[in-house]
């Protein structure tokens, strides 16, 4: 891991996906660092075979002190075959700068295979128009494809001005991840936080990206409430 900052070191979490074996993760903190420094933090984990990682997906908590990583570049080596992957990142993971994201996907770049490209959706969230509809709860979704899934991402920044997710409204969020293929699903709920925190959803629709004129419309039309409709918070949707 070759950071470009000299924050406080967070929790970070790697997760790696690939053809045969799916989702694997591995979660870093302060005391599994080999060497730890403002410019490299090499680390070394026992795993089990990875097979052809084509995607790892970085993350970390909003501890407090923390100002911000940028990440410059990812490195992964199996000690025993000497296999490489490198990942190319110049990003930064801060809820302080212009993306707001602590959750990044970056693709294997390899020369026996075709590089995926990396896609910023737009996730539109459509509430219905009832009383109480509303929510001032924090909302969560997750996106799910023929290739993979983006984890699970907080909603954080609307492109739609004013306050997000009110009555009869529809708020748009990008979500970067590696491409997914073909959208199958979403799984989407909210904490639960504050008075009234329930929200009546009509429908999510999520774009490849802003210029694209694929839509996947996934329809719910009900409470995510633990009193009102499904009786639950979280709810998985297929698309139509």
Known sequence: LIPASNSTFPLFTVKFRNSTLGLGKISLSEPALTVHSSSCCLVQVETG???DVYKIRVSCDDVPGFEG???KSFHLEELHTKQELNFECNCWLTLKREDKELVKEFPAVTEDQKTL?????VVSVHIGDRWGAETFANVYITLYGKRG????RKLHTSLTRGRK???NKVDSFLVEAVSLSHLQKVV???DGEGY???MYLKMVTVKESQDSDQEWVFPLWNWLDTHLGLCETVCEIVTV
Do not use: E, N, S
């Open 196 to 198: 009234g925190a329930g």
């Open 149 to 152: 899934d983006t984890g699970v």
């Open 69 to 71: 990583w940028h990440l």
């Open 117 to 121: 490209p990396v896609c910023k959706y």
């Open 165 to 167: 997710f009110q009555r």
């Open 49 to 51: 075979d990875l097979g």
């Open 188 to 190: 989407i709920g909210h």
